[in-house]
């Protein structure tokens, strides 16, 4: 099988940030955003996705973590479908449930070919860790929009604000691992009735 890596360099006058992925990696992250909870979330994607990453974003922060947050999202979808290539032989749909103490999220995701977003979360509070709740959304969109992938994200319940989060993420690495994975049986064949993704 080909190693499913794939590195994208994306510079703005917003933000400068460059992305590697190993989708067959062991759960290792290398981050360097300046965003302090981000890094905290993105680090949950590594360790329960098992893939690789290494993001060093240099953004507009004296503005607000907006274009930096957003464009990280879009970076890292770009170095995933780069790095999935023509997905032929992967499961192609992954889900989980994820908990944390109170909170409990459910991701599903579908590497589809088209953007799709449904992102149903209502956060207990405005910020947790001087982070911007509304731009999880922000990431999500930009992730979806360049993976093309259809995402469903919901937080079926928690009170606290750091562990809706935190589920929403390791929901997320974990359904990306199922999604993934590769079954021999498909081995060179495209996981469409269309033949195409
Ligand atoms: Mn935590």
Redesign the pocket.
């Known amino acids: 099988m080909a190693e499913r890596k794939a590195t994208v360099e994306r510079n703005t006058l917003e933000t400068r940030i460059t992305a590697a992925v190993n989708l067959d990696g062991t759960g290792t992250a290398t981050l360097e955003t300046g965003i302090p909870f981000l890094e905290?979330m993105l680090d949950q994607i590594a360790r329960h996705g098992l893939i690789d990453l290494d993001i060093n974003a240099k953004g507009d922060l004296h503005i607000d973590d907006h274009h930096t947050v957003e464009d990280i999202g879009i970076t890292l979808g770009q170095a995933f479908a780069r790095a999935v290539g023509d997905k032929k032989g992967i499961m192609r749909y992954g889900h989980a449930y994820c908990p944390?103490d109170e909170a409990l999220s459910r991701v599903v995701i579908d590497f589809s070919g088209r953007p799709g977003l449904t992102f149903n979360v209502t956060f207990t509070r405005a910020t947790v860790g001087g982070f911007d709740v509304d731009l999880f959304m922000e990431f999500f969109q930009g992730f979806v929009n360049h993976a093309q992938v259809t995402l469903h994200v919901d937080n079926l319940r928690g009170d606290n604000t750091?562990?809706q989060a935190?589920t929403i993420f390791k929901a997320f690495g974990r359904a990306m691992r199922m999604a993934l994975a590769e079954d021999p049986r498909m081995a060179g064949v495209t996981p469409s009735t269309k033949g195409v993704l």
């Open positions: 905290h944390l750091h562990h935190e």
